[in-house]
């Protein structure tokens, strides 16, 4: 007689998810093989064919980019759902429905609707799910359930083998691409590229960030083979001006459809004012052959925001996050730090995940920062702070780095150079502490900071 597979326990509590999500093979481990998202989604239904989505991919801001998208949506009476990872405090913040993440009871029921399929997979396939592709399902479900009229999901990692291309775009979003997760995605931009290209799909309509020629060519020519429109940043739109405001910038915009004028950004960077161009482009695309209205356009980029990106969590000193975790992103913080503040001494307290291009990540910061702190996370993954101080040193010299392993205390050294600019000979209160380096040490950061406000 053929045994049944035991039928999973529900959830009660959001503990209980946590804990059953997290037992499953880490997302940071990636098999190439969407037959265990495939299984998953045909016996939930194929939620993901109930509703258009708007893909994303690329190297650096994708989160930032999905939430413009999803507010310009909703500005457009549209209900959405949102997909996008990692978390940056708590797991509930990868599934947002009409803009705001799924509360505790929410999370336990997009997880109650989909445990009774798992063991099904689980005893099916060569490997179980994994904790990435069982969130996916639980968001693609509850997406369905909500109904939402469209979902702007994320990639985990790549595309072509990311769980989320189960679903087919009907506006693919393809954001700048540089290395990063090289022992899955390939050594170089255009390696890396190739597996991106995939979230392109036959008929869909491929809404292209600025990028270098060489992988610029691996697009268009996956688009080519697919059957794919094409549009791309510099030629049918982008970026006209953009002049450093308080809390934030303003920028003049060129859609697909209209120029968008005297639009308030409250977010630091040339990264971001490119980001919003994308989002732009690909909310015009998915809409229709209309302009969008100037004033919504406005109303929405105004209310944007994206938590652990260039975040100002504190005054005196100030304490900015940001989520930097790779040459690239590092680069493109660096330059907004330049453009938009005046921080001086400006003190770096810096913890990486040891598979990292830390080396990359610490020469892009060292211009900019007066001294840092190396400091860890709570993960498995986080490099050691003495690890780290090794390789600073090289870069940094012996008399700008410290080490303090405890986070708290870290960003409390950090604060105290900073208000009395000892590294600098500044004046008192014109500096400040950037927290970054990875996604996980901002949240913690975030979760230690938020705690000791009165």
Request: aromatic fraction near 6%; charged fraction near 20%.
């Amino acid at each position: 007689m053929t045994e049944t597979p035991e039928v999973p326990r529900l959830a009660e509590t959001f503990a209980e998810v946590e804990d059953a999500l997290l037992s499953r093979w880490p997302e940071t481990k990636l098999e190439p093989s969407l037959d265990r998202i495939r299984a998953f989604a045909e016996l939930l239904g194929d939620p993901q064919a109930s509703y258009p989505v708007i893909h994303l991919t690329g190297t650096n801001g994708k989160t930032t980019t999905s939430r413009m998208i999803d507010t310009l949506l909703r500005a457009l009476d549209l209900r959405t759902g949102r997909f996008t990872s990692p978390h940056v405090e708590r797991m509930t913040e990868r599934i947002s429905i009409d803009g705001e993440q799924l509360d505790d009871e929410g999370f336990v029921r997009a997880f109650n609707d989909v445990a009774p399929f798992t063991h099904l997979v689980d005893s099916s396939e060569a490997h179980p799910l994994s904790f990435f592709e069982t969130i996916v399902g639980m968001a693609f479900a509850a997406f369905a359930d909500a109904p939402v009229d469209v979902a702007v999901v994320e990639v985990g990692m790549g595309g072509s083998w990311d769980a989320t291309n189960v679903a087919d775009a009907t506006v693919a979003v393809v954001l700048p691409i540089a290395v990063d997760h090289s022992q899955y995605l390939g050594e170089t931009p255009v390696d890396i590229a190739a597996e991106k290209a995939g979230i392109i799909k036959a008929g869909s309509l491929a809404v292209l960030a600025q990028q270098t020629p060489e992988v610029a060519q691996v697009l268009l020519t996956h688009a080519a083979e697919v059957g794919a429109t094409v549009v791309r940043e510099g030629m049918e739109f982008g970026v006209i001006s953009r002049v450093p405001a308080v809390g934030g910038q303003v920028v003049s915009l060129q859609g697909l459809r209209a120029r968008y004028d005297e639009v308030f950004l409250p977010l630091y960077g040339a990264h971001q004012a490119q980001n919003a161009a994308v989002a732009l482009a690909a909310v015009e695309a998915f809409a229709g052959d209309q302009p969008l209205d100037e004033e919504l356009v406005r109303a929405a980029f105004a209310e944007v925001s994206s938590p652990g990106r260039l975040e100002i969590v504190r005054r005196s000193p100030t304490i900015v996050l940001d989520s930097a975790h790779n040459p690239h992103g590092a680069e493109a913080v660096a330059a907004a730090l330049d453009d938009s503040f005046a921080f001086s001494p400006l003190i770096g307290v810096v913890g990486v995940m040891a598979d990292k291009d830390y080396e990359g990540l610490l020469s892009a910061f060292e211009p900019h920062f007066a001294h840092i702190v190396c400091t860890q996370n709570s993960t498995h993954r986080s490099m050691p702070a003495a690890q780290l101080a090794q390789a600073a040193l090289d870069v940094f010299g012996e008399d700008r780095v410290t080490v303090e392993p405890d986070l708290a205390s870290a960003i409390d050294q950090a604060a105290a150079m900073a208000e009395s600019g000892e590294d600098a000979g500044q004046s008192l209160g014109s500096g400040a502490v950037l927290v970054t380096g990875s996604v996980v040490t901002v949240g913690e950061a975030r979760a230690l900071i938020r705690r000791r406000r009165p």
